[in-house]
């Protein structure tokens, strides 16, 4: 099995600067994707940045240019840099990653999720 440890979040004031991380470990698996997704209240999860293992990303238009995502695959951890954060970068954060781990029946493909970390903005 594949499990994800989160950290990093926390309170910032409006123009502030934070960093999450979330490490990915457990035993005969390959990581395909690791990205880095938001719930704000009320609202669904929706996608912040992602990273796929030929090193191309994506990221949702409203963290275009404030935020950088990056992985480490000797480590199988993925960081997502924020900066110039505003009120409604205001949510949880969870991590998720994709790919595949060795089950007893041969390769199968996996998701899964943190557990999240909040990120609160004060304006």
């Known amino acids: 099995q594949v499990q994800l440890v989160e950290s990093g979040g926390g309170l910032v004031q409006a123009g502030g600067s934070l960093r999450l991380s979330c490490a990915a470990s457990g035993t005969m698996f390959s990581i395909n994707t690791m990205g880095w997704y938001r719930q704000p209240p009320g609202k669904q999860r929706e996608l912040v940045a992602r990273i796929i293992s030929g090193g191309s990303e994506d990221y949702a238009a409203s963290v275009k240019g404030r935020c950088t995502i990056s992985r480490d695959n000797a480590k199988n951890t993925v960081t997502l840099q924020m900066n110039s954060l505003k009120p409604e970068d205001t949510s949880v954060y969870y991590c998720?990653?994709?790919?595949?781990?060795?089950?007893?029946?041969?390769?199968?493909?996996?998701?899964?999720w943190g557990q999240g970390t909040q990120v609160t903005v004060s304006s």
């Open positions: 998720n990653v994709n790919g595949r781990f060795r089950s007893p029946t041969g390769w199968r493909g996996y998701g899964i």
